[in-house]
């Protein structure tokens, strides 16, 4: 059952930029208040996370290899999540899946999430 939905995903040259968006379109919890987050698999890696956004202060919360260069941000009123990537690497091509995290707190683990989207295909040609 996919509560998380996911769009923006795309092929895109080394340098470029994309805007993921991830809604809970059935508004299947509170989302004003939660945590969110984006993590990704590349090929034949595992899942990591990309970063997130805190449900209390908004504050912003970003792994070393996007630090810089990629955008967290939500939008309440539209039970929305954004990351905008910019400078894309090849190494950035992975499957990105937002999340829901089970309470108002980031965290950079699987387990803090319990809402998933279904992912969406980002390729970064060199």
């Known amino acids: 059952q996919v509560l998380l939905v996911e769009s923006g995903g795309g092929l895109v040259q080394a340098g470029g930029s994309l805007t993921l968006s991830c809604i809970d379109s059935?508004?299947?919890?509170?989302?004003?208040?939660?945590?969110m987050a984006w993590f990704r698999r590349g090929l034949g890696k595992k899942r990591e996370v990309v970063g997130g956004i805190s449900g209390i202060d908004d504050g912003t919360y970003y792994a070393d290899s996007v630090k810089g260069r990629f955008t967290v941000s939500r939008d309440n009123a539209k039970n929305t999540l954004y990351l905008q990537m910019n400078s894309l690497k090849p190494d950035d091509t992975a499957v990105y899946f937002c999340a829901a995290a089970r309470g108002s707190y980031y965290s950079a683990e699987e387990d803090g999430y319990f809402y998933w989207g279904q992912g969406n295909q980002v390729t970064v040609s060199s």
């Open positions: 059935r508004r299947a919890f509170q989302f004003r208040g939660r945590a």
